[in-house]
């Protein structure tokens, strides 16, 4: 979730507001930006997105030279990350799971549509409309990574709902849909040594953090752990 910066002067111009199961969900656009906005929190806008493309290449690095490997996005949101992914032919499978379905359409042929089109009809590709931390709990699928990106990081959730993915019960299940030896990632607005901790009491390996210069103010982070195997 990128943090906007080079603010026009004039207020920003709501293009789609809609209400949803998890509250009020808003496309704006400011000047040559367009933002998402979630029950009035400024979650990310188009202004760089520097450090959603890193939360996909650090979790491929860590993943060494594994073969096709597939991962599991965590947020659509403006698009960056799914982007990045599919112009990235190392990757297999690509799966973004998606709650808001006002996000969904802004890209299917709305607003956003040209930063992910391409990323869209890529056959790796698929969209999967339902919550994250449901998706987490409940499939039997398996993934080689999973890239977290559907809040503003471990202590600044969207929803109270999202605070038991960075859990160690949430913890125990992201490891439970990775497979052996791979890679969760997990973005944030700033770092959290907490949360490095949970991860290590979670059975997680080779924790760190990497931080992403931005513009201004502190950098942001992906924090990184792997599942034993």
Known sequence: ??????????PPE????????????????????LQIVANG???MDTSDGRSERRLV???LDALGGRARPSVLIGGLG????LAHAAENPRWGRITVVEREAAIIDWHLGGPLSALSSRALADPRTEILKTDLVAFVNETSDTFDALCLDVDNGPDWTVTEGNRGLYSPDGLANCARVLRP???LAVWSAKPSPEFEGTLRNAGFQRVRTEEIPVARGVPDVVHLAVRPG
């Open 57 to 59: 290449d650090a979790a």
């Open 14 to 33: 709501v293009l789609d507001r809609r209400e949803g199961p998890h509250g009020e969900v808003v496309l704006r656009r400011h000047g040559a930006l």
């Open 41 to 43: 929190c400024f979650l």
């Open 1 to 10: 979730m990128a943090t906007s910066y080079d603010i026009p002067d004039t």
């Open 78 to 81: 403006v698009g960056f990350s």
């Open 181 to 183: 030896g791979g890679v």
